[in-house]
Structure formats: C-alpha cells, structure tokens
C-alpha cells in the first residue's frame, strides 16, 4: 500500500508563473481533500473532491486557484500566476468516507515562490 | 468563524512523565475530534479519534472529550523523546461537514 502520494516534494517558481500539485490518494480511497499549511500557521482546507466532482471548495481563494480529480489519474491543484504569499506547504490527504476527519494524508509539496 | 485555539508552547517534559496537551474549539455543534502528530517538516499522522464525551485510550495515548466545555485534551503516558512532536488538534463540525478545523498545534519536547 503506497499511501497518498504527492509531487513534487518541493516546488519554486517564479512569481506569475504556474504551480501544478498532483496527488494520487491511498488505494481504495476515493475522497480526496487539499490542506494549506503556511509557516506558523495551523492547516487550513481548501478543497474537497470526489472523483470528476468538487463537492466543496468553500477554502479555495477565488482566484488563481482551481482543483481537480480526473476520473483517470491524481487530483491536480493548479495555482496560476503565483504570489509570494503561495509560498506554502501543500497537504493532500484521503478517505475511504467523505465525512468524518480521520485522513491520511501525503507527505506534501513545498511550494516556495521567488 | 468556527476557531481551535491550542497552547503553542513548547510543551517540555521529562522522559517518562506525563505530557498533558489541551485544545478548546468555539463551534458547541462540533461532533467529531482529532489529534494529529507532526514531526518537523512531515507530514500530520492521525493518531486519535474520539466523538463521545469521555475518554478513550489507545496505547500511551488517552484523549478526553467534554462537549459542555468544549475542551478536548489528549494525555501522552510515558512519554519518549520519540514523542517530541507538534500535535495539531481538529474539529469537525458534523452534519455532514467535509472540512477539519485545525489547532496551529503545541510543540512537544521530551526531554531524555
């Protein structure tokens, strides 16, 4: 069982440039949740999808910022024309069930901005 | 705006002794409660549940619920440097609510 997989592991661009973060969630595991975590701060939700479905992206700041879960290969969370502010740690993480909280989550990408 | 406020610490502790970590939430309707573990620059691993008020054990870990307070603490028996860690604590809200609510976390050294 490989667990949630994640990449990259670490992430810089450029400001104005695209950020493009891929996870493939556990075996078995078809609910797939993005977390942001910035330096001293705790995690905060942005999306949750279903496989070809967002059912809730109510974290997700209005730009820039869009999600996807192909119903072939990993959940895409795409960050156009990056900030330094973007610069953060990007957890992915899965269940089995959409309600509830006990997660696994991915080891996550580290996105720096310059 | 629903809020889990934690203690940032650092929390230390002596190897063996008892570390006590606490976690207060503000939405009263909140069902369902978390502690993560996270090691410096890991990823967080799920490392108790609980959803009745109570207290519930696994291991060296005891976590303890009471709703009136909405005060959720986790207890670390024999504690090991091993130990030493971040622990965020989460809250979901229930009612079919998809999202955790996340604690900025209390760092933990145990000190050998």
């Known amino acids: 069982n490989a667990g949630v997989m994640q990449n990259p592991r670490h992430l810089v661009r450029r400001r104005g440039q695209e950020a493009r973060l891929r996870c493939s969630p556990m075996?078995?595991?078809?609910?797939v949740y993005w977390y942001r975590q910035l330096p001293e701060e705790g995690l905060k939700f942005m999306v949750y999808?279903?496989?070809?479905?967002?059912?809730?992206e109510s974290g997700m700041p209005k730009e820039r910022f869009s999600a996807e879960f192909p119903k072939e290969g990993p959940s895409i969370l795409r960050i156009q024309q990056v900030v330094r502010g973007d610069s953060a740690a990007y957890f992915c993480?899965?269940?089995?069930?959409?309600?509830?909280?006990?997660?696994?989550f991915g080891s996550g990408t580290r996105l720096t901005v310059v | 705006q629903k809020e889990v406020e934690q203690n940032s610490g650092p929390l230390s502790v002596p190897e063996g002794a008892i570390a006590s970590l606490n976690c207060t939430y503000s939405?009263?309707?909140?069902?369902?409660f978390f502690w993560y573990r996270q090691y410096s620059g890991k990823s967080p691993e799920l490392i108790m549940s609980?959803?009745?008020?109570g207290d519930k054990e696994d291991g060296r870990f005891t976590a303890q619920l009471n709703k009136a307070s909405q005060y959720v603490s986790l207890l670390i028996r024999d504690s090991q440097p091993s130990d030493s860690a971040t622990y965020l604590c989460?809250?979901?809200?229930?009612?079919?609510?998809?999202?955790?609510?996340f604690g900025k976390g209390t760092k933990l050294s145990v000190i050998p």
């Open positions: 993480a899965s269940s089995p069930t959409g309600t509830g909280g006990e997660y696994t």
């Open positions: 075996k078995g595991h078809s609910h």
């Open positions: 999808l279903q496989k070809e479905n967002i059912i809730d």
């Open positions: 939405d009263r309707g909140s069902q369902s």
């Open positions: 609980i959803y009745s008020n």
């Open positions: 989460a809250v979901n809200s229930g009612a079919g609510s998809y999202q955790l609510t």
